[in-house]
C-alpha cells in the first residue's frame, strides 16, 4: 500500500490543501485535486504548462482552461453535493504508482437511502492533451436523478477571468456529439479549446449552453441497486500547440479517446506511469513513512515534468495553481534538476533548453539594469521576462506595496542556470545541447558577472556587491558567499565550455567568442582574484555577507515575540529578521552542499551548528538542505527529521499559505526534489563528476536498504544500498562503462580528519551486464 | 530698529519657540530664551559645548547645565508667573546688536493694582563663563513680594537627568556669599558648577537649599510705585575648563563679577559684540526685512561660534538644546564654515581644527567598517566617535526603531572636512592647519575614499558605491552625484596638500606618506578615473544617483496625499519618498553650488528646474542651497523667496519639529549660515579662489545696496554693491594687496553662453588703504 494517499471524510477548511494534495498532471497540465462538483471558489483549475494572460495592470500568471471535468448530480431534487451535504462516507484517494486519482462519496437520501457516486479520472501519460474521467451513479433506492457534466468556466482565478469569450460549438463524429468549448486570453489571444465527448448509455440527454458551461444534462429514473457508469474523454489543446487549429484537434482527439475507450486508456496511461517508475522509483526498507512521502514527492515531480517540451520548464508551484505567477524560478535547477540529470535526463534537457530559449529575455533583463550578458528573470515565464515586480509583498500595518528586491539582486540566478547547464552536460556527455545555445547561455552568464562584479584595488580582488543572496530576509548585502561561489562556479563553468569547444569545435569557440566580446583572459582573471568568504578563524563559521555577524543574534523565539501581525513580512525595508541573524533558509549551508568538495567535515559542521538554530526554514527550500549536509557529515540523526520535513510538506499542507496579503499555497516541487536529494545524495551519499560515481551511504537506523536506479552518460544501473554492502548493477543494454568509487564514511564528529571520513573502500568498474558487490 | 527682535503676548504654545528665537549665548554656553520663572517643562536650559553625557543605555548628550537665571516672585501670595496668570502686558526682545535679551511683565495685582518684573540678561562675551542678570519689580501698590532666586536644578533634559548629585556650598567673599552648586555626570564624572552670587540691597534674605535648588528668597514689603531692582552673577565651570578646581574658580569668577558690577560688565560685553559686528555686519538697503533676518541669522551663529577653543565645534542645533545629540554634522563645514572663513578665520580655524582633534575617532570608525583612513562620525561629539545610532527613528505604524543608514553611509562627510581644511588653508594662508594635524587628516580622508572605491573593469573607473547624499530619503544608492564629486574634491586636496608640502616641507610630507600608507600615485589614479555623473543628453538634468530616473515621477502633492501619520518619517526602509523621486532637499543643486565652474548655466537652471519641484525641503539645509544656485544664474526673483525661507526660520519657528516620534526642534545654525551664503555668495556673487575674489552682483530688485566686510589672507576689506557700481575699500593696516574681479551677470535665461553670462568687467589690486569703484 505504499502507492496510495487517501483521505476520508471531508473537511471544508482542507478544500485548499486536498486540492494540492491530490493533485493530478502529464506535465502539459495540471488538475487539482478537487471534486467533479466543486467550481471557483473551491479552486478549481487545470493549469496548462507554459501559457500565461495579463488581464487588465494585474500581474501575469498561468491561465486555468475551463473545467472539463465537471459534474453535478441532483437526486430526487437534492444536490448531491459534499459542499451542500454531509456526506455519510466520503473518500478521495491518489493511486501514485499509476497516475489515478479516485473519489467515493455516500449521501444519504431522501427516507433512509443512500446514493453513492464514484468518480475516477486521470491526466493521460500518453496522450498528454487528455482528461479521462468515469463515474459511476448508485442509488440504494429507486430515484431521479438529474446529472449535469460538461465544461465548467467557474474556475479559480487570482488575477482573471483570462478566458471570457467562452463560444461553444458542437460537432458529431464518428463517436457521437463532441462538444467544443474555445475562449482567447487577453493580452496574446491565443486560444484555449477545450473538448468534451460523453459516453453514457442511459437516461434523456440534452445539451446545455449556458455564459459559463457547456454540457449535457442526463435525466433518468433510477432503479435501486443498479450502478449507472459514464464516461468523460476531455482533450484540451491551445495556440501553443503544434495543431493548426484547436478546434479540430481537440475534436479529434476525444473522438479518438472515445473510440479506443476508457479501459485501454487507462491501460497505456499506467503502462507510462510504470516506465517513469522503473527510471526513478527509491525502494526503501524498513521506512514505510518514508518509503510514502518520498514516492509522492517523486509522484509531484513527474506529473509537472516537461517531459514533451524544451520550451518548458517547472514553475514554483508546479501546476498546482497561479500561485507565484506560475513562474520558473532557481528552484527547478538547484532543487528538482538533480533529480531529472540522474534518473531522466530528457527531462533534464528539457528544462534546460527551457533556459537556453528564453536567453533574450535574460539579455533585456541585464541591459535594462545596465549590465551586458544575461541576468535572467526571477520569475520566469514563457517568454523569459521577468514576471517579477518591484513590489512584491503588501506592508500589513499601512496596506502599501512594500519595495523587494527579489528581481533586481537576485543575481546568483544566472550562476544557477550556467551551473545546470553544465551539470548536464557532465552528466550525459551531450554536447548537443552546448551547440544548441547552451554555451552561448553560459558565456552570456559569466559575462554578465563581469559586468556587474567590482575591483577592490584596495584589497587587490574582485567583489560581488548588493545582491541577495537565497535568504532573502537580508536584501542588498555584500560578498554573500553562496552567490560569491556560484558566480566563481560559473566563471570556472566558462572556461570549461571554451576550453571544450576549443578542442573540439574550435570554430564554434571563436565565433562564440567573437560574439560575446569578453575576452577570456577577463574571465579568467576575474575566476582568480574573485573573493570567497572563508571560514573565520577560531569558529570557523563563515559569514553569510559582510557584515552579518554584526547584527543583532536573537533567538528564532525571540524574533517570532516581536511579531506584530502573524502575516506581516520579515524581509523588506522594515521587517524583523532584516536587522538580525535570523535566515529565512539555507544560505551558507547551501553553498556547503553544492561545495562540498571545498570544506572539511569540521567546517560543514560548524556552520550547521551556527546556522541551523538561526534558520526560520520560512521557505520550502530550506530543510532539506540541512538534511543534505547533515547526511554529508555523517550525521543522519541529525538529517532524518529535516528530511520527513521536505518529504511530506504537500502531504501534510504545512506551510506557510500567507506572505502580508499574498496566498502562496500550492504544491512544493523544490522540496518534492529535496526529497530526493536528502535520500539519494544525503543518506546514500551518491555523487556523479561526470567520470566517476561515489557512494558514501550514512542511512537512517531505521532504512535496511534503500534502492534507486541511475541513467548517467546514457548507461542505466541500479544501486542497492544495505548496512553491510553495496550492490551496483549495470544494464546489460548500457554501452559505456562506468567506475564506481565505494566509501565508508567513518563516524561522526569534528575529531575525524577528512581523509578518514569518507575512506574510499573500492574503485570499481560497472562494466554492461556487471552485477558488483561491494562490502561496507 | 533692525536689531531688535521682539513678541508681544505670551502664547503658551509658543514657549519651545520663544526658546529658540530668543537664545543668548557666546560659543561656551547658550542660554535658551526662556522666562526667569520658567523649569523643566517649558525646556529652560544652559547647554554648555562640547560637554556630554551618557545615563543608562540612552543615547549621549550633552548636558544642561542647573539653570543659575531661576527667579520666581510671588506678590501678596499670588505666583507671578506667565504660565499661571495672564499677564496685562508681556514682551520678550533681544538686542541682537548687543547680545542682549529683557523681558518686560506686567501683572494684574490684587485690589486692581499691576505689578511690573524686568528682566534683562546677558551671557558675557568677554567672560565666557559668566551669566549676568538683573531683575526689576515695581508694585503699583504697596505689597509684600517673596522673591526666590538662585539655582534651579529643574530643567529640560531628553536622556536625563544627567546631573542628579547637586552639591551646595556657601562661600563667602570680598563681595559677599557666592552660593555655589556642584554635580558631576554620570559616565564620565565630570563636575559642573554653577555659582550664583546675588547684589540685592533690599529685603530679608535667607538661603534656600533644597535637593534641586539653591538661592535666596528676599522678602520685602514694596512700595507702591518704587522700584526693586537686583542683579545676578551667575559663572559656570566644568571638568573640562583648564581650572584646577571648578568650585574655586567659579566663585572667583563670581566674585569679580560682582565687583566689576552690571554696568561695566554690559559695557565690555557689548563691546566685544560690536567688534563681531565689525567683522561680519552686512548691510542691506531697501528690504528691511531681509536686513533684520539676515543680521538674526548672523547673531544665532555669533552666539555658538566656538571663538575660544579649537576642541569645539558648532553641533546641528546650536547651542538650542539637547536635540540630535548637540552633535556636530557637515552642517558646520558646507553651510556654517563660508560665513567664518569670509569674515572672522580665528572661528573658521577652530572649527576645522576640532576636526583633527576628533581625527582618531574617525579612524576608529572607519577601522569598525574595515575601511582605512578617516571616516568622520556622521553626528560627532567631543571624542570623534560617531553619536549616530544605527536606529535613527521610529516607525510611527509599529512602534518600532527602524533602521537608518545615517552612520554607515553618508561617508561624504569625510570629504566634506577635507574640503573644509583645505578652504581654510587657501582662504587664509595659514599653514600651520596643515602642519598641525590638518594635512594628515586629509590625507586620512582620502586614504579612506581609497579602501572605500571600488573599480569597474567593465566600464574602466572607480564608482563609490552604496552611499548616502544629501537627500537621505535615498539610502544607499550607487554614485551619489554629489558624494562622487566630493570624493573627487577630496583627491584633489589631498595631492594639492602632498604638492604643497613637498614643495615647502619635504620631510612632513615624507613623513606623512610613509605613516599613511597610501601612494600618490593611487589617489591620482583615483581622481583622474573616478566616475562623476553627467547631465545626459537632451536634458542635460544630472541624475542624483544610478536608477534615479527610473523611480516613480511623482508630485510632492501627490506624495502628500499618500502620507497615512503626518510624523510619519519619509524615508528609511519602507518611506514613502523612497521609492519615487522626491528629494529630501538640495543633492544635485548642492553639487552645482560646490562645483559652480563646472557646469554651464544652462544646465545648473536645467537642474534647477527638474529638481526644485521634486524637492519636499524637508531639511533646512535646502532652501539656501536653491537660492544659491539660482541667484548664480542670475534669477535672483527665483532665489529670494528661497533666501527668505532660509533666512526666517528661527523666526518664524516654522520647520519640522517630529520625525516620528523624536523631536528635532531648535535653532538652525545651517540655515543662518545659508542665511549669509544666499546674500553674499548668491546675490552678491561673492568668491573667494585663494588668489582673486570675484564679485558677480544680482541683487534682488528690492535691495538697492548690499555692504558687507571680508577678511582674507590676513586682510580686511569693505564691498559695497550698488545698482551701478562696486565699491571695494582695502583697510589701511592690510599687509597684502589682492586682485578683485568684479563681473556683470548679463540677463538671464539660458540662451546666454557662459562667457556672456558673468563678463569680467574689471580686475582691479586692492592695495592697502584704497578705495575702488568700479562701474556696473
Redesign the interface.
Known amino acids: 500500500m505504499s502507492w496510495i494517499i487517501r483521505e476520508s471524510g471531508f473537511d471544508q477548511e482542507r478544500i485548499a490543501i486536498y486540492g494540492n494534495k491530490f493533485m493530478s498532471g502529464n506535465g502539459y497540465m495540471g488538475y487539482r485535486g478537487t471534486l467533479d462538483e466543486f467550481m471557483r471558489s473551491e479552486l478549481t483549475a487545470t493549469i496548462l504548462a507554459g501559457l500565461y494572460d495579463k488581464v487588465g495592470d494585474k500581474w501575469r500568471e498561468p491561465i486555468n482552461a475551463p473545467n472539463g471535468l465537471s459534474t453535478t448530480v441532483i437526486c430526487d431534487g437534492v444536490t448531491l453535493s459534499v459542499l451542500e451535504r454531509e456526506p455519510l462516507e466520503h473518500e478521495q484517494e491518489l493511486d501514485i504508482r499509476h497516475g489515478v486519482h479516485r473519489r467515493r462519496t455516500v449521501y444519504p437520501a431522501k427516507g433512509g437511502g443512500t446514493v453513492t457516486i464514484e468518480s475516477e479520472r486521470f491526466c493521460s501519460l500518453q496522450r498528454l492533451h487528455l482528461l479521462v474521467n468515469r463515474v459511476t451513479i448508485t442509488s440504494s433506492q429507486d430515484c431521479e436523478l438529474i446529472i449535469t457534466t460538461g465544461i465548467d468556466g467557474r474556475i479559480w482565478d487570482i488575477n482573471g477571468p483570462h478566458l471570457e469569450r467562452m463560444e461553444g460549438t458542437i460537432q458529431a463524429g464518428a463517436q457521437g456529439e463532441t462538444m467544443t468549448c474555445t475562449s482567447w486570453t487577453h493580452e496574446l489571444n491565443i486560444p484555449v479549446t477545450v473538448s468534451h465527448s460523453l459516453a453514457c448509455g442511459f437516461g434523456k440527454q440534452r445539451s446545455v449552453d449556458s455564459d459559463d458551461f457547456l454540457g449535457k444534462e442526463i435525466r433518468l429514473q433510477a432503479e435501486a441497486g443498479k450502478s449507472y457508469t459514464f464516461h468523460k474523454y476531455v482533450s484540451v489543446f491551445t495556440g501553443l500547440d503544434e495543431a493548426a487549429d484547436t478546434i479540430t484537434a481537440a475534436f479529434k482527439d476525444s473522438q479518438e479517446a472515445t473510440e479506443i475507450g476508457y479501459e485501454a486508456l487507462y491501460a497505456e496511461h499506467t503502462d507510462c506511469w510504470e516506465r517513469k517508475w522503473k527510471e526513478s522509483d527509491v525502494r526503501i526498507e524498513g521506512d514505510d513513512e518514508a518509503q510514502l512521502a518520498l514516492r509522492y514527492s517523486l509522484y509531484q515531480l513527474h506529473i509537472i515534468a516537461p517531459g514533451h517540451s524544451e520550451k518548458l520548464s517547472i514553475p514554483a508551484r508546479g501546476l498546482s495553481g497561479q500561485v507565484y505567477k506560475g513562474a520558473i524560478f532557481w528552484d527547478t535547477e538547484m532543487f528538482m534538476l538533480p533529480f531529472f540529470l540522474y534518473t531522466q535526463p530528457g527531462v533534464a534537457r528539457n528544462l534546460m533548453m527551457y533556459r537556453v530559449h528564453t536567453l533574450d529575455g535574460a539579455r533585456r533583463k541585464a541591459a535594462e539594469?545596465?549590465y551586458?550578458g544575461a541576468f535572467y528573470a526571477w520569475e520566469s515565464q514563457e517568454n523569459g521576462n521577468d514576471a517579477c515586480t518591484?513590489?512584491n509583498v503588501n506592508?500589513v500595518?499601512?496596506g502599501?506595496p512594500?519595495?523587494t528586491y527579489f528581481r533586481d539582486k537576485q543575481v546568483h540566478i544566472s550562476a544557477d542556470v550556467a551551473y545546470g547547464i553544465w551539470q548536464y552536460f557532465i552528466f550525459t556527455g551531450d554536447d548537443s545541447i552546448l551547440l544548441d545555445g547552451g554555451a552561448e547561455t553560459v558565456l552570456e552568464c559569466a559575462r554578465f558577472f563581469?559586468?556587474y562584479?567590482?575591483?577592490?584595488?584596495?584589497k587587490s580582488r574582485?567583489?560581488i556587491?548588493?545582491v541577495t543572496g537565497p535568504d532573502e530576509y537580508h536584501e542588498?548585502v555584500?560578498n554573500n558567499a553562496f552567490t560569491n561561489a556560484m558566480v566563481k562556479r560559473c566563471l570556472h563553468v566558462s572556461l570549461e565550455v571554451l576550453d571544450y569547444l576549443q578542442s573540439k569545435y574550435p570554430d564554434v569557440a571563436e565565433s562564440l567568442m567573437v560574439d560575446s566580446r569578453i575576452k577570456p583572459e577577463?574571465l579568467r582573471d576575474?575566476h582568480e582574484r574573485l573573493y570567497i568568504p572563508q571560514p573565520a578563524e577560531g569558529t570557523g563559521v563563515i559569514e553569510q555577507f559582510?557584515?552579518y555577524f554584526t547584527l543583532e543574534d536573537v533567538t528564532l523565539e525571540q524574533l517570532k515575540s516581536?511579531v506584530?501581525n502573524k502575516h506581516e513580512y520579515l524581509g523588506?525595508?522594515?521587517?524583523?529578521a532584516?536587522?538580525t541573524q535570523i535566515l529565512k533558509q539555507a544560505d551558507v549551508v547551501l553553498m556547503l552542499h553544492l561545495f562540498k568538495d571545498e570544506f572539511s567535515r569540521a567546517i560543514k559542521q560548524r556552520n550547521w551548528e551556527y546556522y541551523e538554530p538561526r534558520t526560520e526554514h520560512g521557505s520550502s527550500l530550506s530543510s532539506c538542505i540541512y538534511a543534505l549536509v547533515a547526511a554529508d557529515i555523517g550525521l543522519s540523526d541529525w538529517a532524518y527529521p529535516y528530511f520527513k520535513r521536505t518529504a511530506t510538506i504537500d502531504l501534510t499542507g504545512d506551510s506557510k499559505q500567507y506572505v502580508g496579503d499574498l496566498y502562496i499555497g500550492g504544491t512544493h516541487p523544490a522540496a518534492n526534489g529535496g526529497a530526493w536529494m536528502a535520500a539519494i545524495l544525503g543518506f546514500s551519499g551518491l555523487r556523479f563528476d561526470g567520470e566517476s560515481v561515489s557512494i558514501a551511504p550514512s542511512l537512517p537506523e531505521a532504512w535496511s536498504s534503500v534502492s534507486f536506479p541511475l541513467r548517467l552518460r546514457g548507461a542505466s544501473f541500479t544501486v542497492t544500498i544495505e548496512a553491510d554492502q553495496v550492490q551496483v548493477e549495470a544494464a546489460e543494454e548500457n554501452k559505456v562503462s562506468i567506475e564506481f568509487r565505494i566509501k565508508r564514511r567513518v563516524g561522526e564528529g569534528t575529531e575525524i580528519t577528512d581523509s578518514e571520513v569518507a575512506a574510499s573502500l573500492e574503485n570499481v568498474m560497472a562494466a554492461p551486464g556487471q552485477i558488483l558487490s561491494i562490502a561496507l
Open positions: 539594469y545596465g551586458e518591484l513590489f506592508d500595518f499601512t502599501r512594500m519595495r563581469y559586468s562584479a567590482y575591483y577592490n584595488s584596495f574582485y567583489e556587491l548588493d542588498r555584500n577577463q576575474m559582510d557584515r516581536r506584530l523588506g525595508g522594515n521587517g524583523l532584516t536587522t
